[in-house]
Structure formats: structure tokens, C-alpha cells
């Protein structure tokens, strides 16, 4: 579709997609305020013309909309995804009115994968030793441990196997030859370095920024392990990946149409504290020991233009790239985990924080067999929590599907709890690192109680404000965890919400009259063996029973990461000069 960066950029312009700021910019904190701001007005991409301290341009939100990345990527990846399934599910066994059938398919199949080629934009400036400094790096926060690379394209071959992984993993950069590498739990790259180290080896790696969309979209993607993320760039760009020899006759082989390439290795046994980073879950990520990554070289385009993105509070540009990217693989769930006939997580949650699965229950307790697949299966693993129905529902109406699952969940037998499991390393809820606990809540087959959609009497003691999310949940506010930590076990026993299958205790019940605000505020504050409670709680057959309410405690913890907000002064920097940067307004 697209073979560069270059060529993306031309047709947003065309498109009016893209708005270039000529006025110089600072590339700490004042870029990633003007982005966040474009962002939430539904903005076009960004091109800064001039930024301090670096003579390279730098391009942010090039996916924020759901209509760049339809020009981004077209119709055909989907069409080619849906026939594959298809293939895969009508040619067993092969008949020839079906190969003929599918004969396109084939053709597209032979565009899938690399080809070499010796002209290669990306190797036209060597800069050795490596001048990290001279690139505009944002730093985005400013709680954030330094300036971070948002973008990189991180490429790793398992040294073993020498099967690749092309992920992203962010970057803080630590001086003009040394970056970190943050590899989290179940992230290919870092399972490469593991086994480098294991053998005492330095772990060759290679980071591209920019180059085709497909390329971005691909390091990004949810693969399993083992899937090389290099066909599916061929599949979303349409033609195979131009790759170049590396000019230092390293290992890896460079994306020719690249805007950077940065050379080097992680050597085994080295770390660095990397951190805090403003994420994407709306919290600082604190600071923690990583691997390093230490630069040889960084090659370039003479005209290299610097592609970065900024995470924060969702809806950010990640929410919308992780929601095509579901879109895009959605039809394969089928394949890979039989019985899971729809599936959604949801980017206002960081994603991890909440799935929603459509499952067969074809006899009883089926659906538990698809929700161990569902969190045995890749990233899907750090879901945290987890609603399974058997009914076909809209699972992006999220207040419909919770009404849906509310109205059918057993508390007896619909809840599972289990701790003492990994967890996604950027949910600090547990109070550890990697560890924590996951939940399954069922609702099948036929309702089992009428909803209410209202409270009744007066609020019992100790609560200010009651909020009604959907029928079936109320949102209660009470005081700070700090003042009053068992406050959420006394109201599960409280009889005014004897009649609420599930009850959310918030600092703010404010947050029920947006489904944004309640996703994001209620599932990235709470942990599910540490915050939920029952009016009663028994052991039957090993198996922890419950009576109703549930009570989520979802109010902001002692010792959680910070809710990331805007400084104050660059708030008002970015005021004062919003029409110097758009003249024209957006």
C-alpha cells in the first residue's frame, strides 16, 4: 500500500489529513501537549518543522483517527484475513472446486514475506560512534525519567533458533550511545535476550524508526510468539518488505526504506534503572531495572524525518491502532482457540485490564474451557479480567454486554478468582511487579433476575454519592481508601444494595455517566483477589462461593503510580502559543 513513511505522509497531505507547525518546538514537553490536545479534538497528524536542539523534523499521530488508518492500510488486509480463514476452514480436504475458488488467494501468498534489494535510502548517512543526542527524542511527561524513543521498530533473532521478533519496546535514552530496552514479561524480544544471556551472549539488535506503515502496525501487533511480524507487514503493505545488507555486515539485514537504523546489542548481565514513564494506562510506570541497549551506529536517510507518539490516559493513538489491529486478526479466534466465536478488549482499559469473549456452551461449564484458552493464548494471558457470555452480543456497547452478562451471573458459580498469577507489567494494582491475580465472570443462558435500574432509600453512612453505570450496577462514593480501607467489604453486607448484582466503590461516582471515564477508572484501579468482596463468602467443593453484591473497590490505593496530568506552566506554554502553531486553527 504504502513501501515508506514518504509516501503515508503524501497522501495525508492530499488528504488534508496532516498539518505542519513551522514554528520551532520544544521536544520536552511542549510536543506531546500540542499532540495530546490534537488527539482529543479528533486532529489531523502533526509535522514539527523545527525542533529544538535536533535539525531532524519529527511526525506524531500519523494513526489517531480511525480514518488515517483506513488510508493507511485499505480494505484488502481484512478481505485477505477473512479468505484465509475461510481457505483454512473449506479445504479440508482439498477439493479443486475450492482451490479454483481461491485461486487469487494464492497470488497474494507469494507477496508475502522479504525480498533484498541493494537500494536502500536508510543506509545513505552512517553516523558511527552513534550522536543519539542529535535526534529530537520527546521526553512527554515530566515525572518521565528522561527522553524516551516511543517509536522503535525493535528487531531480535532468537540466537538458538534464529527465528526473529520485531516488536516495541520503549526507549529510554540514556546518553548518545545507550539507551534501555524495556522488555516486559511474554514480549519476544525480551525472550530472545533471555536465551543470549543463558548462553553468555551479547543479543544482536537492530531498531528501525519509520518506514512503511505496515512495518509500524506490525512490530505492534499481539502475534503468538514464533509468528515472525515481518509477514504480516508484507500482508498489510501488500508487496514483500524490502530489506538491505547491513554496511557494518552485522546479523540483521535493514528495512531499506527505513527512515533510521539503529546497530547494535544488549550484552548479557547489564542493566540499568529505566523509568518512570508516563504509560498508557493513564499512570506513571515506575522505575525499575532493564536490559541496555548499546549503540555501534545509526544510519539514516540524508533527509530522515523522526516518527514518535505520545501514551497517556486513554483515548490516546494506541487506542486506535489497537482497536484495527483487533479488527484485523478478530476472524482468526475461531482458529487458534475453537469456541470463541467473538472477542474484544478494550483500549480504555489499557487493554489487559478487561476482555469480553462470545463462547460456545454447547454443554455445561463449556465456557470456562474457552476462558482458560482465552488467558493461555499469547498477550491474551495478562487479561486481567475476564466476561464470558454464550449469547451473541455487541461486545463494544459495553454498558449493553455488562446489562447482558448481570442479568444471568451466578455469584455462586459464575465468579472465579485466582491469584498469585503473572500480570501485566504495567499494573501496579497488586502492589508487585509482574504478579497479581485474573478473574472470570460468566453470564449464560437465560436471565436469571430483573435488573435495577435505580437505588432506593437513603445512602448508608460513609457514602456521598450513588450513580447508576447500567441496570445492575451502581457506582457508590465513599471516602478515601486511606480514611476507611474496609469500607467496600462493610457495603457488600449492606442490605440497601441487596438488590445490585454489582456495586463499584469510587473516589468520584461521576464516573458512571461515561463509558470511558468507568472503564478506565474502575478496571485499572483494582485488583481482583485484593478488591473484590461478597456479602458472603464460603468454600464449597474448593471452590469459593458467593452471595450477592459483588463490591469492586476501585478507589485509588496507598502507593499506586500517579494519574499522569499536564504541569501546569506547559499547559499554559501550549495556551499562549496555539496559534502561532496553527494559524488557521485546526
Not at 289 to 311: C, G, K, M, Q, S
Not at 481 to 494: G, M, P, S, V, W
Not at 555 to 564: D, H
Amino acid at each position: 500500500m504504502h513501501p515508506n513513511l514518504r509516501t503515508f505522509l503524501d497522501l495525508l497531505s492530499r488528504e488534508n489529513e496532516i498539518t505542519t507547525i513551522e514554528v520551532e518546538v520544544d521536544p520536552f514537553l511542549e510536543v506531546a501537549e500540542i499532540h495530546r490536545r490534537v488527539i482529543e479534538r479528533g486532529g489531523p497528524a502533526l509535522l514539527f518543522k523545527r525542533v529544538k536542539g535536533s535539525r531532524f523534523p519529527v511526525v506524531t499521530n500519523l494513526f489517531g483517527t480511525k480514518r488515517r488508518i483506513d488510508l493507511a492500510f485499505g480494505p484488502k488486509p481484512e478481505a485477505i484475513v477473512r479468505e484465509l480463514v475461510e481457505v483454512a476452514e473449506s479445504l479440508l480436504p482439498p477439493r479443486p472446486s475450492e482451490l479454483w475458488k481461491h485461486r487469487s488467494l494464492g497470488l497474494e501468498v507469494l507477496k508475502l514475506g522479504t525480498r533484498n534489494t541493494s537500494r536502500s535510502p536508510v543506509t545513505q548517512v552512517r553516523d558511527q560512534p552513534a550522536r543519539l543526542n542529535q535526534l529530537p527524542v520527546l521526553t512527554t511527561w515530566q515525572e518521565d525519567g528522561g527522553p524516551f524513543i516511543t517509536l522503535p521498530l525493535v528487531y531480535t533473532e532468537n540466537p538458538v533458533t534464529k527465528k526473529h521478533n520485531l516488536g516495541i519496546y520503549r526507549m529510554q535514552v540514556y546518553d548518545a550511545q545507550t539507551t534501555g530496552l524495556h522488555w516486559q514479561i511474554q514480549k519476544g524480544g525480551g525472550f530472545h535476550y533471555t536465551e543470549a544471556e543463558r548462553l553468555g551472549l551479547s543479543l544482536p539488535v537492530t531498531v528501525f524508526l519509520g518506514g512503511p506503515p505496515a512495518l509500524i502496525l506490525a512490530a505492534i501487533a499481539p502475534l503468538p510468539e514464533d509468528v515472525p511480524e515481518l509477514v504480516l507487514a508484507s500482508l498489510l503493505a501488500g508487496e514483500k518488505l524490502k530489506l538491505t545488507k547491513n554496511p557494518l555486515g552485522g546479523p540483521h539485514r535493514l528495512a531499506a526504506e527505513a527512515e533510521f537504523a539503529l546497530v547494535g546489542k544488549a550484552p548479557p548481565h547489564k542493566r540499568r534503572p529505566e523509568g518512570p514513564f508516563g504509560d498508557h494506562y493513564g499512570y506513571y510506570s515506575l522505575q525499575h531495572e532493564y536490559p541496555v541497549f548499546e549503540v555501534d551506529a545509526v544510519f539514516h536517510r540524508r533527509d530522515a524525518i523522526y516518527p514518535a507518539t505520545v501514551v497517556g490516559k486513554p483515548r490516546q493513538e494506541d487506542f486506535f491502532i489497537g482497536d484495527y489491529l483487533q479488527q484485523l486478526l478478530s476472524p482468526l479466534f475461531p482458529l487458534v482457540m475453537p469456541g470463541v466465536r467473538d472477542l474484544w478488549t478494550y483500549g480504555e482499559t489499557g487493554f489487559h485490564s478487561l476482555c469480553a469473549a462470545v463462547v460456545q456452551e454447547r454443554y455445561g461449564r463449556e465456557a470456562l474451557v474457552s476462558g482458560f484458552r482465552i488467558l493461555g493464548e499469547g498477550q491474551l494471558s495478562l487479561t486481567k479480567f475476564l466476561l464470558l457470555t454464550d449469547t451473541p452480543q455487541d461486545l463494544h456497547d459495553f454498558p449493553r454486554l455488562l446489562e447482558h452478562v448481570l442479568a444471568r451471573f451466578n455469584p455462586e458459580t459464575d465468579l472465579f478468582i485466582f491469584a498469585n498469577v503473572s500480570m501485566d507489567t504495567l499494573d501496579y494494582t497488586s502492589g508487585k511487579v509482574n504478579e497479581g491475580s485474573k478473574a472470570i465472570m460468566l453470564g449464560l443462558g437465560e436471565a436469571r433476575r430483573e435488573l435495577p435500574r435505580e437505588l432506593r432509600g437513603e445512602l448508608p453512612s460513609g457514602l456521598s454519592a450513588a450513580e447508576v453505570f447500567c441496570a445492575g450496577c451502581l457506582v457508590v462514593q465513599g471516602r478515601s481508601y486511606a480514611e476507611d480501607a474496609e469500607q467496600a467489604a462493610r457495603l457488600a453486607k449492606d442490605p440497601a444494595f441487596a438488590r445490585w448484582p454489582l456495586v463499584v466503590l469510587h473516589d468520584d461516582a461521576s464516573v458512571a455517566r461515561s463509558n470511558k471515564d468507568f472503564l478506565w477508572s474502575t478496571w485499572t484501579r483494582f485488583e481482583p483477589a485484593s478488591d473484590i468482596y461478597a456479602a458472603e463468602t464460603k468454600v464449597v467443593r474448593h471452590h469459593l462461593t458467593y452471595t450477592g453484591p459483588i463490591v469492586i473497590d476501585a478507589r485509588t490505593k496507598p502507593g499506586f503510580p500517579k494519574e499522569l496530568i499536564v504541569r501546569d506552566d506547559i499547559s499554559k506554554l501550549v495556551d499562549r502559543r496555539w496559534r502561532e502553531y496553527f494559524p488557521q486553527d485546526l
